[in-house]
């Protein structure tokens, strides 16, 4: 689903939401801290803070359905990813050099706009405990970039 330019741009200073619907189909949405990918690509893995994210983690279990947006601060460039087969795992302490690296690469890119660092690394202030991983399958992908293509399935945008 996803060739290696998009591989590797969702894995940068990009911002992640993570939203899901309840049956009712009412969204929420958390803040991912980091992704990357598994089983060759072909799932992606989101962590997110547990004590941030009940609802979403509720109608995860509940409908096992996601959206996830990767927007670059600098460039608006966006990819959203769908999927219907999300789980949640338990997050593995391993992964948090995923983690330190996303939050540094976020750094880079919003510092340039005047945001305070300290406030950055507040926001992805998290401990081992209190994360979780959220693992998909991506079934649907689209540009999100704003302008005339915004939509579009990827690989149909340039």
Do not use: W
């Amino acid at each position: 689903m996803l060739d290696s330019d998009h591989a590797a741009f969702i894995q940068t200073g990009v911002s992640i939401s993570l939203a899901a619907c309840a049956v009712d189909r009412l969204p929420c949405m958390s803040r991912g801290l980091g992704c990357k990918l598994i089983d060759g690509g072909r799932q992606v893995a989101i962590f997110i803070k547990r004590s941030q994210s009940a609802e979403l983690l509720d109608n995860i279990r509940n409908t096992g359905r996601v959206a996830s947006v990767f927007n670059l601060p600098s460039s608006n460039r966006t990819v959203q990813l769908k999927g219907v087969d999300a789980h949640i795992q338990p997050f593995d302490p391993a992964d948090l050099p995923v983690i330190a690296s996303h939050v540094s690469l976020f750094l880079d890119e919003v510092i340039p706009f005047g945001m305070q660092e300290n406030m950055i690394r507040a926001m992805f202030a998290c401990t081992v405990d209190d994360l979780v991983t959220v693992v998909y399958s991506p079934s649907a992908a689209f540009t999100q970039t704003p302008g005339p293509k915004a939509g579009d399935p990827l690989g149909a945008a340039s």
